[in-house]
């Protein structure tokens, strides 16, 4: 671990496209030797990191990246969300988009910028990192480095926390992501319990010819389910919505399940392909080539695991047998679905370490937890 001067170092803040670019190309200097990382779509990051962006329209931020010479070395956001002021005390802000090469002076330069910029605004805890929210791609990969990550899932080298725990950075929260065997039957109690609640519950596949309504049915369920969440920042209106037209393109209907009881819609999963798989040697290019090999492969080579980033049952239900009956059933659901499509893995992630019902639930369909992503916090006062 290097350890030049910080003098060596100048910063630059992000103001303008030029400089979204730049920041956006630092990640394929961090990982250029790493065969575990996926390159993202450049594409897709700027329309995350542009005002298009919903979640911009409660939340405001600042990048920055960091160059020794003329070689960019590291690079941090920092981010003011409305929603979890409203929502949380103490007022709370964050870092993000967090990549630096293994160098104690450039982590320590990046996170003093978040910090500095966060406390000017009266911000008393800094948290992350969140690429940008809770909502979106977050925590730091602490275990599980041997396998690449899947879509919408972060990744990064191991030195990352070692370097933020020498800032006194600790951890606040750990999110377990679960895989799961789609072929794995589930155990005769479990599959008892699914055939009961069957009975009651009527489970139903998403209906295209109504999108919009159905994913603010959607919306509105996981935020009824997430709402005593720790960290939980309701989705909006538009932030869902731009999801479902995401979504639309990449999943069948029967990927989006909804457990319906006496008329009532009670629960909601949502399942995905993972399309790093698909997009892993395109290097973070759609032109020239790039969109007909997607095209091609999306019809010829889908992928072989999938991921579970969505799922919840109404508060009401939660701490009795019919919530886990619905929530045995919604994962069921999927079963036939994705292995119709040749999935044959699905991830569960993130889950809540101290969520210890829904990893219950998990655990006995056979879910192993293989990957640990942490969330770190410091006070700024």
Known sequence: MSSPSKKLLKTYPVQNSRDLNRFIAVPWLIYQNDPQWTPPLKLERRLHLSAKNPYFSHARWQAWIVFKGDRPVGRISAQIDALHLQHHDPPTGFFGLLE???????????????????????????????????????????????????????????????????????????????????????????????????????????????????????REIFNDAWADNWGFVPFTKEEFQEIGSTLRFVIDDDFVQIAEYQGEAVGMIIAMPDLNQLIQDLDGKLMPLGWLKLLWRWNTAYPNKGRIPLMGVRRRYRNNLMGAAIAYLLIESLRQPVLRKGIQQMELSWILEDNQRIRGIIESLGGQCYKRYRIYQKSLT
Not at 104 to 115: D, G, H, P
Not at 133 to 146: D, H, K, R, T
Request: negative net charge.
């Open 100 to 218: 630096s090469i293994d160098d104690s002076s450039v982590f320590t330069l990046l996170l003093e910028l978040a910090e500095s910029w966060l406390h000017e605004q009266g911000i008393e805890t800094i948290q992350g990192p969140f690429n940008l929210s809770i909502n979106q791609e977050c925590g730091l990969l602490v275990e599980g480095f041997e396998t690449p990550p899947v879509f919408m899932m972060p990744y990064n080298p191991p030195y990352y926390a070692s370097q933020l725990e020498a800032l006194n950075y600790s951890a606040a929260k750990d999110l377990l992501a679960f895989l799961i065997d789609a072929n794995l039957p589930p155990p005769k109690a479990v599959a008892n319990l699914s055939r009961k609640a069957a009975k009651e519950f009527h489970v139903r596949p998403l209906r295209r010819s109504r999108l919009q309504e159905e994913f603010e049915l959607l």
